[in-house]
């Protein structure tokens, strides 16, 4: 099954590949690998996804806000394969940093939502390796943001 089916099977949208609103790329290759710059949680309809997760959101709402953090990096990814996910040979690793209280321990439950979706729409080829951190504090005042390295063909 191709990638474009399963994210229609899953009855998924990928948001627009937002511009950087920094000094710094998108993505850029070196070699076979495609770095994504971090994507910060934005909900469906554009909004950004703020709050401390522990004191203003919880555990749950924490791990919704890094499922759209992983599917906006799909929809770089995408973008940066010029719209053919199918060059993507597996995930490498995720780096997600989570906006947390300082007695909040629940990091990579949190970002197992963007874990989980691209597992889900890669398959195989979404097995990774990851970090989950603890913020004081991130841009925007979002709750959330990943990273992402990806292996091209």
């Known amino acids: 099954m191709t990638i474009e089916r399963r994210l229609k099977e899953l009855n998924l949208k990928l ?13 850029k290759f ?17 909004k950004l996804i703020e709050g401390k997760i522990g004191k203003d959101l919880d555990t749950k709402q924490g791990y919704v806000a890094a499922e759209r953090c992983g599917l ?3 929809s770089h990814a995408k973008k940066a394969c010029n719209g053919d996910l199918e060059k993507i040979k597996s995930c ?20 197992n939502g963007a874990s989980d979706i691209i597992a889900k729409v890669f398959d195989e080829k979404g097995e990774h390796t990851r970090a989950a951190i603890s913020a004081n504090s ?14 091209v063909n």
């Open 15 to 27: 948001p627009d590949p937002k511009s950087p609103v920094g000094a710094y790329v998108a993505t």
């Open 92 to 111: 490498v690793k995720l780096t997600g940093y989570v906006n947390s209280t300082n007695d909040f321990k629940d990091q990579p439950k949190v970002i």
């Open 72 to 74: 906006s990096i799909i």
């Open 138 to 151: 991130l841009p925007l005042g979002v709750a959330v943001e990943v990273d992402a390295i990806f292996e």
């Open 30 to 46: 070196v070699g076979k690998l495609l770095f994504i710059s971090g994507q910060v949680s934005v909900d469906s309809s554009g």
